[in-house]
């Protein structure tokens, strides 16, 4: 039985193992949001060659797409860490995949699906400092404010939402779904 299958009742819902979910950005309202980011990036990084760095693996469609809209002479790296367990934090962060290059005296530009409680990104955050970049700015196409429990500032948001699970678009249900070109919420 595949994991991911559509309802025969209602063709935008969608069935990923136990759930159901339904529509919620679709890839034309995610287009739009991601040329909104890259504009604005485009602009504040004017005369800078910043790295941006894209969070695995949540972030790897999105940071694909926002990276076609970028002018910057900019170079790509990736890390990968995680912190989610079916559709909860574990609010433990680990280590999978680290950073390979300097970036002293380096622009950084973390690129990130999503920042709901930050406990990733404070981790992501801490590791870097060690390193000293120049700069460290923050990209999450989603951001979940009722759910934000740090202090630190997160630059660029695509769209706030409410404290939903989604998947699509990178976005996964115990690695499932990330496949799909729009976003979708749990639709309990």
């Keep these: 039985m595949r994991a991911i299958q559509t309802i025969a009742m209602n063709k935008e819902t969608i069935r990923i193992k136990d759930k159901d979910f339904k529509p919620y950005l679709p890839a ?10 890259a504009d604005r990036i485009n602009r504040d990084y004017a005369g800078k060659s910043p790295i941006l760095l894209t969070m695995l693996n949540g972030a790897f469609m999105f940071a694909a797409d926002l990276v076609k809209k970028i002018t910057l002479d900019c170079r790509i790296s990736m890390v990968k860490v995680c912190s989610y367990q079916g559709m909860q934090s574990t609010h ?7 950073l390979q ?23 992501v955050l801490e590791m870097l400092k060690d390193k000293k970049p ?23 948001i695509g769209k706030s939402i409410p404290n ?21 919420s749990v639709a309990e």
């Design 164 to 184: 939903e699970f989604v998947v699509g678009y990178g976005f996964d249900y115990d690695g499932y779904g990330r496949n799909l070109p729009d976003i979708y």
């Design 28 to 37: 034309q309202e995610l287009d739009r949001i991601i040329s909104e980011l």
């Design 101 to 123: 290059e300097s970036i002293e005296n380096e622009d950084i530009l973390i690129i990130e699906d999503i920042v709901d409680t930050g406990v990733t990104m404070e981790h």
């Design 134 to 156: 120049k700069s460290v700015a923050i990209c999450s196409l989603l951001f979940k404010p009722d759910k934000f429990t740090k202090s630190y500032k997160v630059d660029y």
């Design 92 to 98: 433990k962060v680990q280590d999978l995949i680290g």
